[in-house]
């Protein structure tokens, strides 16, 4: 089974300030990495995934994350926030691709400071 | 193209009563799955339907039941309800051929056991 550990429930960070949330899992075979964005009343939308290939990733709206095999970490970067940034953030693994059965973590609450 | 609608999106039941749980897939996709995301947590995978036949289930207790019907639509129904199944329930759906790893979730139907 895998698991998936986010250590920060909140990081609080002001705004245009950079911003790391972290994330670290376990799993005994190789996995799929996914982090999703939850912005206040509403679903879960992807934010960023690595399936193979380059280890660095990055999202449209200027968020990167790096998948580490060896340190089992999926960390998620953003060189500067803003007000929209804030949300709850979900760091998810998935071991059986194509027909994703997610296990997530438990979420880092992204507050931005003007 | 539609994305995923959930109903209803608050309902309130009391312990013991049965409860189900609506939702329309986003156009095109075949694959259904269901979350339960409790207040402060991250979500858990409770169950995945694919064409129609259960394809993969976490570890929730058989009160949990579900189906997927020829339009992909689903229904999640919860039997002898207790304080603890209090909770957002999420639906997500997927199109399991194009491999690209992501789900689309709804905005969840926030369940309240009294």
């Known amino acids: 089974a895998q698991s998936v550990t986010q250590l920060d429930s909140q990081v609080p960070v002001f705004e245009e300030a950079p911003v790391e949330l972290r994330c670290n899992y376990s799993?005994?075979?190789?996995?799929?990495l996914f982090w999703y964005v939850q912005y206040p009343n509403q679903g879960l939308q992807l934010l960023l995934k690595?399936?193979?290939?380059?280890?660095l990733v990055e999202s449209i709206n200027g968020f990167e994350a790096e998948f580490n095999k060896s340190q089992t970490s999926f960390h998620l970067r953003k060189p500067s926030v803003h007000i929209s940034d804030t949300a709850e953030y979900f760091c998810a693994v998935s071991t059986n691709f194509g027909n994703e059965k997610l296990t997530f973590g438990t979420g880092t609450r992204l507050t931005i400071i003007p | 193209e539609t994305g995923v609608t959930q109903s209803p999106t608050h309902l309130i039941k009391t312990r013991g009563q049965q409860v189900t749980l609506r939702c329309s897939s986003q156009?095109?996709?075949?694959?259904v799955s269901w979350y339960q995301q409790a207040l402060g947590q991250g979500p858990q995978f409770i169950f995945q339907?694919?064409?129609?036949?259960?394809?993969g289930r976490g570890n929730f207790p058989p009160r949990f039941s579900g189906l997927q019907f020829p339009n992909y639509s689903s229904e999640l129904n919860v039997n002898a309800l207790e304080l603890d199944d209090s909770a957002l329930y999420l639906c997500a759906s997927s199109l399991t051929s194009t491999n690209t790893g992501e789900l689309f979730f709804g905005e969840g139907s926030r369940l309240t056991v009294l």
């Open positions: 690595y399936l193979s290939g380059s280890t």
């Open positions: 799993s005994s075979v190789s996995v799929y």
């Open positions: 156009s095109g996709h075949n694959t």
């Open positions: 339907y694919y064409r129609e036949e259960e394809n």
